[in-house]
């Protein structure tokens, strides 16, 4: 195959070329002149350099470079955007005579986390990990996605230590996990709070389920509720929102049953809400219209992967006409598998404690 040939570039005399010494090029002037230490940099600027990389190189990297980053990873300037990596501990399920056993993994991050800091896998929590991040943005972090299987604790010490959030991300479900419970509570706490994600770590439970064991492990025990609340937990939260944050514009609801009695909270108590997303949830026809009618400010309404109606026909389309980013998505309707998941997971919950009260009464009657 031709190729066209290269033309050779002539050196010009008026480039500049560092000076030579005994026919060897020396950089002495042009490092002195030209180059600066990274140490040199002014402290916020390197900060603010930082604050772009993520959460894992500023635990697992650049500490470990030099005295001056580390220094400089502790500035707040750093953890004004917290994004903690996915915690998915395992197992979830176990067997009877396992219940006990404490976790074997957390996820590739956290694995790495203690090894870097030589942690006994036993003394590690995800709720001490979660104070030690938020600590160092010191009450000037903006953005949280939480990790999945958080704590009551964990939610309670980040609404006192982050009082200027604008965005929160919650992806533990709202009916398996009793911690969620208490998040209506806590919004007051965010006066400023203008985004908020709900649920979505259904399908990562989902994928530990099968064929695993009969039992819940102790960990994920521990978290879980033993009643089915329903909607009355995602009530509480769109009713408080609305009392509490008037900056609020954008709510993203995923594996949850959204009624009238939800729809007509998020029509009357956010009347300024311009983004608006439904996915893998179940919501009823009749329910999509009292949020298309009473939406008025929508910019964008995504509806992902929905039970409750069959599609999106004329007449819905029309009704969803004055908003610019209307997204429909049919298939696959997950939402009644995820519903079945967390059934059975709050049964094994009851279950696990008849094991354990049975446990209790034979080591008192062997006593």
């Known amino acids: 195959m031709l190729r066209p040939e290269k033309k050779k570039m002539k050196p010009s005399s008026h480039l500049w070329s560092p000076p030579r010494i005994g026919g060897v090029v020396s950089n002495q002037n042009h490092d002195q002149s030209l180059t ?13 350099v930082f604050a772009k990389v993520g959460m894992e190189s500023l635990l697992l990297a650049l500490p470990f470079v030099c005295k001056s980053w580390y220094a400089t990873s502790l500035n707040p300037l750093c953890w004004k955007f917290l994004s903690f990596p996915d915690f998915e501990p395992y197992p979830l399920f176990t067997g009877m005579h396992e219940i ?29 990990f979660i104070k030690l991040v938020v600590s160092r943005s010191n009450g000037k972090a903006t953005y949280l996605k939480l990790p999945g299987f958080c704590t009551e604790e964990a939610l309670r010490y980040v609404s006192e230590a982050c009082p200027e959030l604008r965005m929160l991300y919650l ?21 400023f709070l203008e985004h908020l994600t709900l649920g979505g ?27 089915y609340n329903s909607n009355e937990t995602l009530h509480k939260i769109l009713v408080q929102i609305g009392i509490h944050c008037k900056h609020f514009r954008s709510l993203h609801i995923f594996e949850a049953l959204v009624g009238e009695v939800e729809a007509l909270a998020i029509v009357t108590m956010l009347p300024d809400l311009t983004h608006l997303t439904l996915a893998q949830s179940g919501i009823e026809r009749d329910t999509l219209f009292t949020l298309l009618r009473g939406c008025k400010k929508l910019c964008s309404f995504n509806l ?21 980013e209307f997204w429909y998505k049919g298939a696959p309707n997950d939402f009644t598998r995820l519903n079945d998941l967390k059934g059975i997971i709050l049964t094994t919950c009851l279950k696990n404690q008849l094991w354990r009260k049975g446990k209790i009464l034979l080591a008192e009657y062997y006593q």
């Not at 600066?36 to 603010?48: G, I, P, Q, T």
């Not at 992806?171 to 006066?191: A, M, N, P």
């Not at 992902?304 to 069959?310: A, D, K, L, P, S």
């Open 171 to 191: 992806c533990d479900d709202l009916v398996i996990f009793k911690h969620t419970q208490i998040i209506s509570e806590l919004i007051g706490k965010w006066k």
């Open 201 to 227: 770590n259904c399908g990562e439970i989902l994928k530990q389920y099968h064929g695993i064991g009969d039992y819940l492990s102790k960990n994920f025990e521990a978290l879980a509720s033993y009643k």
């Open 36 to 48: 600066r230490r990274w140490e040199d940099l002014e402290v916020d600027c390197l900060a603010n």
């Open 100 to 128: 006990d056993f404490e976790t074997r993994k957390f996820g590739p991050f956290y694995d790495k986390f203690i090894r870097k800091y030589r942690i006994r896998r036993t003394r590690f929590s995800i709720t001490g």
């Open 304 to 324: 992902w992967y929905c039970e409750g109606f069959e599609q999106c026909d004329v007449e819905l389309l029309k009704l969803a006409s004055h908003i610019s």
